[in-house]
């Protein structure tokens, strides 16, 4: 092992050395463990030193305690020790970013060549002795290679963090596969939510065999304080604030009143004018866009800050950085701050218990109530955590209306008390104190058969793993279901065996005793039931293309979009304007309102090539049933950006999107991806690779976190050349990643220019004469000009003289010429109109200043002619 850091060295330097070959002593091993330690100014509390006490005497152990009492250092000793006997440890968290968050952490601690990583988007090092990854991942590893008989599955330690979503419904089954098929593994469970975990101590004795410690403390670095309270919010806030109890997270269940509560609170003096100097000194020359961003920098600049899964992961990380700097006073948020938001919050004020699941609007359960509560109290900041509840606003106003009656007999009669709204959830202090008081419910099975279960345990190789049969009985019988569960599992895996053997997957043979048993008759594609598990089928859908046809390019986009997770705002979103737009058309044609209402139903979001891909889908799957249990759906999102000659800003205000932009920019973020890793080279033609790298720098463009990690991870660091010092993304600091400017990918840059020449001839095609006056009017192309310039063209050809469909986009209506006069800082660009005879005889020109368009940011051009040619 090597190691640069005197952190990475001081860890590795602290294992004991190996004495003939002999595992090491285990209280020398915790003394290694406890002095590196202490040389980092980390005193170990006694829950730690407990669990630590027991992983190095080989125990399982089950690590409940509070948030914020040191699971993750507990977590880093399990991997030390595991390194130290020469052993292979899995980290595994429930999210991508929770993943590569701990790869960073621990490539830092035990150096990159120490440590892996696989998501299904990105495979790093995945050889390495310490390995990061979702638990679908390791489930899905456990499935192939584990099993009671297994001679080694390359698994010695597993450390599952988050372990409380064994009991989430739809992914529980990945936090309960290893626990059953890993029976040699070393297992450290860990939630500060658990309940009563009896049932797992005692099914992991009887499995394994191996004691089972479980380490429990409700004792908190930061002890809590908990209260209700019936007082406005602004005043509770302003309170809290003035007694130095900030900063505050103000909770709420949707990400729509986060962003209304931040906007609320601006007429609320929360910052003194020296504290909104701090905040406008350490914001420098950071960028908000237009959109969410020019909103947040009010927020901020006021020193209210807001969080949630919907924003731009820089906004995110600004906010962070201010509220960690002791900047903002209040955060406005979602609850997502209950799975491992970066932010050091004081007080935990949550404006409701009631929270819709999907399905109906409830109550909290006490685990979700306690994962939001453990975030208040700052360890090495505070002497105690505050987590205050809202009483409903109904009861609140009740409650001043008793205040202004006093004691006047007859002001209180005539007052009329407001009651909660029909049909909502209700709570009260009584619902709180339950809350309060109640542990975490059990955590409860939710295993699942699918079709890409019962085929990895098929590719199991007999020699290794022993009968997949016998392997299959192991995994029905021994489940923690209900035994009416158990027996629809049953039922359903001999419904996929039925289906592999009619496909001719599998087949029936002789096990040489007398028996029968089951095996593939083909080889499973690599990585099938990983996080892109319809890639494959992309690849095989793009052979149904044509290269040569005009929609090649976005052709081969709608196939990749039909894979990926559905952006669901972003889909509603498009309906909305859809059905805005037929509720208008409707109306011109005299539909009356139940007409038209009923009309509506079948107006979706747009869905490219969905009759081809279906029925191509349909026939894939006969032959390939790993994917029976997925579903495909068509999309247009980056399609439609491209048909549209939309930008990302204006694809969002199109769209409505601005309080969830950080939606729109992951999934375009995972098409580049798949469309870089899974565009076969029979369909990379020119115009297709112009599209990915036009993609890719939009995304770079609104934020280039997500692809600068994603480029880290699939080029990790070399430990002699990063010393993971000063301003380098792996030791935490938040270093934002110098923008190149726009003209500096020539390839994307030309998409770019393309595109903004499109938009005009799509504004020329509905003579939409004032928007482009808007676009060129310092250039002296203002409405009336381009009425004048294209009045004749529409007159000799009619209403649809110019066209705006795949023939319109053709490369050979389009003309760049870089450099003009000798200056090749300028380039001149002609898109000749496509009309209905074909002359092709008419043409917008322009000229492009590049220098412009860098400090822009976008596409700077100068329109000079509008004419027949």
């Not at 995945?126 to 009671?148: D, Q, S, W, Y």
Request: include cysteine; proline fraction near 5%; charge should be negative.
């Amino acid at each position: 092992m090597t190691s640069t850091t005197p952190y990475q060295i001081s860890l590795l330097d602290h294992i004991p050395p190996a004495v003939g070959g002999a595992a090491p002593d285990p209280d020398e091993l915790f003394q290694g463990f406890a002095s590196w330690a202490q040389d980092k100014g980390l005193n170990l509390y006694p829950a730690q030193e407990e669990a630590l006490i027991e992983l190095v005497s080989g125990s399982h152990v089950i690590l409940s305690t509070p948030t914020g009492s040191g699971k993750s250092l507990v977590a880093t000793g399990a991997h030390y020790v595991a390194m130290a006997e020469g052993k292979r440890s899995f980290y595994t968290a429930p999210l991508k970013a929770l993943v590569s968050e701990k790869f960073f952490a621990l490539v830092e601690v035990f150096g990159s060549e120490n440590v892996g990583m696989m998501t299904g988007d990105s495979s790093v090092n995945p050889t390495a002795p310490i390995i990061c990854c979702t638990a679908e991942i390791l489930a899905n590893i456990a499935l192939r290679t584990g099993g009671v008989d297994a001679e080694d599955p390359g698994v010695d330690q597993v450390v599952m963090d988050e372990f409380h979503f064994y009991a989430d419904p739809q992914r529980g089954w990945a936090w309960q596969v290893p626990l059953l098929e890993l029976p040699k593994a070393q297992f450290l469970l860990m939630s500060a939510t658990l309940g009563d975990t009896e049932m797992f101590r005692t099914d992991l004795e009887e499995r394994t065999g191996r004691t089972v410690a479980e380490v429990t403390s409700v004792d908190r670095p930061v002890p809590l304080s908990f209260s209700y309270v019936v007082e406005p919010l602004g005043e509770v806030i302003e309170d809290l604030v003035h007694t130095h109890r900030a900063p505050v997270y103000v909770v709420h269940f949707t990400q729509k009143d986060a962003v209304d509560r931040a906007q609320s609170l601006l007429s609320t003096n929360l910052a003194s004018k020296e504290e909104k100097a701090a905040i406008v000194e350490e914001l420098g020359d950071f960028r908000f866009t237009s959109g969410f961003g020019k909103s947040l920098s009010k927020y901020l600049r006021a020193g209210i800050g807001v969080h949630h899964a919907g924003m731009l992961p820089k906004y995110r990380r600004v906010v962070e950085r201010l509220t960690q700097k002791g900047l903002l006073k209040v955060v406005c948020g979602t609850d997502t701050l209950g799975v491992g938001i970066n932010v050091p919050i004081r007080t935990v004020l949550l404006t409701s218990v009631v929270k819709f699941d999907g399905e109906r609007m409830r109550h909290l359960t006490a685990r979700e109530f306690h994962q939001i509560a453990g975030r208040a109290g700052r360890a090495g900041y505070d002497t105690m955590g505050d987590v205050i509840v809202m009483a409903p606003e109904h009861v609140i106003e009740n409650r001043k209306l008793l205040e202004r009656a006093g004691d006047d007999p007859k002001k209180l009669k005539k007052i009329v008390r407001k009651k909660a709204p029909a049909g909502a959830v209700n709570w009260t202090d009584k619902t709180f104190e339950r809350l309060r008081d109640a542990d975490p419910e059990p955590l409860t099975s939710h295993f699942t058969v699918s079709h890409a279960l019962v085929l990895n345990v098929l590719a199991r190789s007999t020699k290794a793993s022993g009968d997949p049969v016998s392997a299959m009985r192991h995994l029905l019988t021994a489940n923690h279901d209900s035994e009416q569960n158990k027996a629809a599992h049953v039922r359903q895996v001999f419904r996929i065996y039925r289906s592999l053997r009619q496909a001719g997957i599998v087949e029936k043979v002789s096990d040489g005793k007398g028996g029968y048993t089951v095996r593939l008759t083909v080889d499973l594609p690599r990585d099938f039931a990983l996080n892109q598990p319809l890639s494959p089928f992309a690849l095989a859908a793009q052979d149904l293309l044509d290269p040569d046809s005009p929609t090649h390019a976005l052709d081969v986009v709608s196939v990749i979009e039909a894979t990926l997770d559905d952006p669901r705002q972003v889909l509603y979103g498009q309906q909305r304007a859809a059905r805005g737009e037929a509720i208008g058309a409707l109306k011109a044609e005299g539909y009356d309102y139940e007409e038209r209402m009923a009309a509506l139903e079948d107006v979706s979001w747009p869905k490219p090539l969905e009759e081809l891909l279906t029925a191509a889908f349909e026939t894939y799957k006969k032959t390939n049933p790993w994917v029976a249990d997925q579903e495909l759906s068509p999309k247009s999102v980056v399609r439609d950006m491209v048909e549209r000659a939309m930008t990302f800003a204006e694809f969002v205000s199109k769209y409505q999107l601005d309080r969830t932009e950080g939606v729109v920019l992951r999934y375009l973020a995972d098409a580049y991806r798949t469309l870089r890793q899974t565009v076969s080279t029979e369909h990379k033609t020119e115009e297709v690779e112009d599209l990915v790298e036009w993609l890719g720098e939009l995304v770079r463009g609104v934020d280039s976190s997500l692809l600068d990690e994603w480029e880290r991870l699939s080029n990790p660091v070399d430990d002699d050349a990063d010393t993971l010092t000063g301003d380098s993304p792996l030791n935490g600091t938040s270093v934002e990643a110098p923008v190149r400017p726009v003209t500096g990918n020539v390839r994307a840059f030309r998409v770019l220019l393309r595109n903004a020449m499109f938009k005009r001839v799509e504004l020329a095609s509905r003579e939409a004469y004032s928007t482009l006056g808007s676009l060129d009017g310092a250039d002296g192309w203002d409405a009336d000009a381009w009425a004048d310039a294209l009045d004749p063209m529409f007159e000799h050809y009619g209403d649809d003289a110019i066209g705006f469909g795949p023939q319109a986009r053709s490369p050979k209506l389009l003309t760049i010429t870089e450099g003009v006069d000798g200056n090749p800082r300028f380039w001149s660009v002609r898109q000749v109109l496509d009309d209905p005879d074909g002359d092709h005889d008419w043409a917008i020109t322009a000229t492009v200043d590049l220098d412009a368009s860098d400090e822009a940011g976008e596409v700077v051009l100068h329109v000079t002619d509008v004419a027949a040619m």
